[in-house]
């Protein structure tokens, strides 16, 4: 006989520690990382909006590949699900601090369509709707990519971190 699953009873404490104790340490480290003089590649050192943005969204992207593939529906699913749209709202919302030349740019349609996909995928779900939750989940993370691959392009900071 197969057993139960135990039924989901909630996001407890030990887990809103561990989201707070991860972003905090990798909060900590951006911010070492732009102490001090600033390399040569990096012409200024980062703001606290780009250190929330970038402590938010690189962890966010392996958390969002793990739950693409693995099992849906089961306690351990609903608790990193939470994380990871929590992670994506603070990424979204620090983004717009974020600017090229003063203003927003495009990749900012990415930071909008995130914040009306969370709310429309969490009440999918809740109404049982599995193949919307699904889509607005997987448009999110496809959009993320894009979006950290846009960031790259010549131009942006990213790319003269990266390529000088």
Not at 73 to 92: E, K, N, Y
Not at 122 to 133: D, K, L, P, T
Not at 136 to 150: E, K
């Amino acid at each position: 006989m197969a057993s139960k699953a135990q039924p989901y009873r909630g996001f407890g404490i030990r887990s809103y520690v561990a989201v707070a104790a991860a972003t905090i340490l990798l909060t900590a480290a951006l911010t070492a990382l732009s102490v001090g003089p600033a390399p040569s590649t990096r012409p200024e050192p980062m703001s606290a909006a780009l250190i929330i943005h970038l402590a938010t969204v690189l962890p966010a992207l392996p958390l969002g590949a793990y739950l693409l593939v693995r099992r849906k529906g089961d306690p351990l699913h609903r608790v990193l699900g939470r994380i990871w749209a929590a992670m994506m709202v603070v990424t979204a919302i620090s983004s717009f601090w974020l600017r090229s030349n003063g203003s927003l740019s495009p990749i900012h349609i990415f930071s909008v369509m995130t914040l009306i996909s969370i709310p429309v995928s969490i009440a999918a779900i809740r109404r049982g709707n599995i193949v919307r939750h699904r889509g607005a989940m997987t448009g999110m993370y496809i959009g993320l990519v894009v979006a950290g691959g846009f960031a790259f392009l010549p131009g942006r900071l990213l790319h003269s971190w990266l390529f000088g």
